[in-house]
């Protein structure tokens, strides 16, 4: 773990600590610790077990009291602790920077097909179908995810789309691939400053349906020239490669990260040290 990438990731977490209200009773280990502990295993790509052990720590963080495994899996679970972690996400996505184009798609992040993971489920994928989890984001231009979900691979990800869109608000343009092709979705984007440009069918915009006149706008777009725009999809793919081009990064989920809400937990942190390293490179350019 770099110091410069630890000591951003450790301020943030002790500044949005003093943002959230305190309720109860003061506890023996604060929030600050508890979230630090998780991120710091996190980044060490090793389980929670291990960030309760003396050992495990070195150079830029080192505690000088640890609590018990059992109360750091509770105090971990607590809404405080889960807030603050979300809050040091959002920090360091910044979602409140512009761009004029955006990109949506998914990431698979599959398991064993023998897993017992009850939240896992089972859909397409290339070459053919698989069991386990799917990363749904937008991205800015810049590299910033502005939103995101970790769904059970069998979720439409036309459906989370719809969350998507509202929570990133995308100004510009919106560049999906063919499966977001859905009238309701140019309708959506459009509600929030977005045109949604999809690869189109020939025979796109024919029929007696009603259609969106947002997608017959988007078809007219493509058709006069805006389809050597759509090129710039490719970026969302560039990004999730870079989420996985250095150590500690969103790698193949391991084998003890099961269950929805701890592989959006796993997920989220990661999302939130690949900003970390977004945030140092922009400050060293």
């Known amino acids: 773990m770099d110091s410069h990438m630890w000591k951003a990731i450790y301020q943030t977490i002790v500044r949005m600590n003093r943002t959230l209200e305190r309720r109860g009773r003061k506890c023996q280990y604060n929030d600050t610790l508890i979230v630090a502990m998780f991120v710091w ?52 996505a910044r979602t409140d920077i512009p761009s004029p184009v955006s990109c949506m798609d998914g990431r698979i992040l599959p398991v064993g097909p023998y897993s017992q993971d009850g939240d896992a489920g089972k859909g397409f994928c290339s070459g053919g179908f698989a069991k386990g989890y799917k990363l749904h984001a937008i991205t800015r231009k810049c590299g910033r995810i502005a939103a995101w979900r970790v769904t059970p691979l069998n979720v439409c990800e036309k459906n989370v ?102 592989v959006t937990q796993w997920v989220g942190t990661k999302l939130m040290i690949y900003h970390v390293r977004l945030k140092l490179r922009e400050a060293a350019a």
């Open 41 to 92: 295993s996190v980044c060490h790509d090793r389980p929670r077990c291990w960030a309760a052990r003396r050992g495990s720590y070195y150079g830029p963080f080192r505690p000088r009291r640890l609590p018990s495994r059992s109360q750091f899996e509770r105090r971990l679970a607590s809404p405080r602790a889960q807030a603050l972690l979300r809050a040091t996400w959002n920090e360091f």
């Open 161 to 262: 789309a719809d969350e998507l869109i509202p929570e990133a608000k995308p100004q510009g343009l919106l560049l999906a691939d063919g499966y977001y092709d859905a009238g309701r979705l140019f309708d959506l984007a459009m509600a929030h400053g977005a045109l949604l440009l999809t690869p189109f069918k020939l025979n796109a915009g024919g029929g007696h349906r009603r259609k969106s006149p947002i997608r017959l706008l988007a078809i007219r777009a493509w058709n006069a020239g805006a389809y050597k725009l759509y090129r710039l999809r490719t970026d969302i793919e560039r990004r999730f490669s870079q989420q996985s081009s250095f150590g500690g990064g969103l790698a193949p989920l391991p084998p003890w990260v099961r269950g929805l809400p701890r």
